[in-house]
């Protein structure tokens, strides 16, 4: 089957943000690694707690390295939800170059969006309470 002209332009926007993407990548990593910290978390500053998603950026650059546990360490639920984040930006990929729209809701998406978001506001609530401290990045 012929790939039309549109799909062909959408599949080449996609290869260049994920160029500029891994472009950005190793540029922060490049800072972090001279000891300036490109991303940080606004919450984090502003109120001293750990939000969902504080330490996500050293847990991925720590899988990148292949180093497990410590990726754990840094962001628990972020390691869990890399695969179901990794499948569905296939799939938002695959529809956009496919049909150009980002995607088309299916009709387990709203259950899974309702578990997802309660486990990560008790994940939030726990990694801030004093008998989960384990939970917070390190």
């Known amino acids: ?79 869990f939800a890399l695969p179901i984040l990794a499948a569905l930006l296939v799939r938002m990929t695959y529809t956009y170059i496919q049909e150009g729209s980002a995607l088309k809701p299916l009709k387990w998406d709203i259950p899974i969006a309702v578990i997802i978001s309660v486990v990560v506001t008790v994940f939030a609530i726990m990694r801030n309470m004093e008998a989960f401290r384990f939970l917070a990045p390190k």
């Open 1 to 79: 089957m012929l790939l039309k002209i549109a799909q062909i332009h959408r599949a080449v926007r996609v290869i260049c943000v994920f160029c500029a993407l891994c472009i950005l990548w190793f540029v922060s990593q490049a800072l972090y690694e001279s000891g300036i910290e490109l991303f940080f978390c606004i919450i984090h500053k502003l109120t001293g707690l750990h939000c969902p998603g504080c330490g996500a950026m050293r847990a991925f650059s720590s899988l990148l390295h292949l180093e497990f546990r410590e990726a754990f360490g840094y962001n628990a639920i972020f390691i």
